[in-house]
């Protein structure tokens, strides 16, 4: 049998629209993607507020049993009967509770700085024991630290995964030499945060020569339009002395006060908004030149809208938590998500609070760091695992 041979759909003509039907279609998406942010913006603050008013009293009681758990646990680096490896252990447990309390608080906790402060000392007390003790062992011992090719480029890549610092900064043989005698850190602290003090003021110049691009083109654009053609025509409706009633004299007066604003300010956007609201049938009346001058406007604050969105949903933040995490078009299942996450709250608070009964006494503490040292090896010994079966 002979295939039969399917015909492809016909392509559509792509109608060229004039640039009045262009600035049409653009106003329109404007209009539509203002709205959508001004509800999103809308829905955030909401979700905001129910989250102070249901889940921020939940999550501070959740802080302070955590803080109480840091302040009793603390009590245990100044005992003698602690082993200087058991302390180190029990500071880096002290430091990811606290990590995680300064994470999950979102405003600033003095107690908390005053806490890290604290740990910070034990740190530093906990190194100048451990160097003491160093001293009286072989040097020799260093030596057998990475000599194993394969795990000097695996330190070398973690270091430069983590910091991102590149090679001109910190070469390959000092990164080694650092993993030997992390001390060695302190000479490259001033290097590697001036390196990103310069990245930084790089990416906010590129962004600033960008905005100061952008605004000097759209002079351009005003300039070469009948930018005072627009002013004329809003001045020939809103003007005040044109009207007899009192109140309307009023409210004219205060639109052509910020018809001004907008002309002096080069803000067309606000123009033609003033211009559509109050024109004749609502109608634009503008020459194909201006109106592709117009459109070129258009076009930037189409993508100010969209970049708006971006940082409301996407970018880093605590109104980006909240949205990810609460928001659904209906209000049952935004409920159901705030129940869930108060649940799983005060379920930790519980656990937190087990914990506190289990450690009341240096047998006990002991007993909690051995229990976490075998949950890590647990970790370690699956993830070798994984590796082996991968390789």
């Not at 109050?278 to 030149?289: I, Q």
């Amino acid at each position: 049998m002979l295939a039969v041979q399917k015909k492809s759909a016909p392509k559509r003509k792509q109608v060229k629209r004039s640039p009045s039907e262009l600035f049409q279609k653009k106003w329109e998406d404007i209009q539509k993607k203002k709205l959508r942010n001004e509800k999103l913006s809308d829905e955030i603050d909401q979700i905001q507020k129910k989250f102070e008013e249901e889940i921020t009293p939940e999550q501070n009681k959740l802080t302070q049993t955590k803080k109480r758990l840091i302040l009793h646990l603390c009590t245990f680096m100044d005992s003698k009967k602690l082993p200087l490896y058991d302390k180190g252990e029990l500071l880096n447990s002290l430091q990811n509770i606290t990590e995680e309390c300064i994470n999950e608080s979102w405003k600033e906790d003095a107690e908390l700085l005053d806490i890290s402060t604290k740990l910070f000392e034990y740190s530093k007390d906990l190194n100048n024991q451990e160097e003491a003790l160093s001293q009286d062992n072989d040097d020799d011992d260093d030596e057998m630290f990475l000599d194993n090719d394969f795990e000097q480029q695996m330190a070398v890549k973690i270091f430069r995964d983590q910091l991102g610092v590149p090679e001109d900064i910190i070469s390959d043989e000092e990164i080694i030499q650092i993993t030997k005698d992390p001390s060695i850190l302190e000479n490259y602290k001033e290097k590697i945060h001036d390196y990103f003090a310069q990245e930084q003021q790089k990416k906010n110049q590129e962004s600033n020569t960008k905005d100061k691009e952008e605004n000097i083109e759209q002079k351009k654009l005003l300039k070469n339009t009948s930018i005072n053609s627009l002013y004329k025509k809003l001045a020939k409706i809103l003007h005040p002395d044109l009207e007899i009633d009192e109140n309307k004299k009023k409210k004219k007066n205060k639109l052509m006060s910020k018809v001004v604003t907008a002309k002096n300010e080069n803000d067309i956007i606000t123009l033609l908004q003033i211009y559509n609201e109050y024109s004749e049938n609502n109608k634009f009346s503008f020459s194909d030149e201006e109106f592709n001058i117009f459109n070129s406007i258009l076009r930037k604050q189409e993508s100010d809208l969209n970049v708006e969105k971006f940082k409301l949903t996407k970018m880093s933040g605590f109104s980006s938590f909240l949205y990810s995490t609460f928001h659904s078009r209906s209000k049952k299942v935004i409920q159901s998500k705030f129940n869930d996450h108060i649940k799983l709250i005060q379920e930790e608070c519980d656990s937190i609070n087990q914990l506190h009964k289990q450690v009341r006494t240096l047998k006990g503490v002991k007993q909690f760091l051995h229990n976490n040292n075998s949950e890590e090896e647990e970790i370690l010994e699956m993830m070798s695992l994984m590796l082996h079966e991968a390789f």
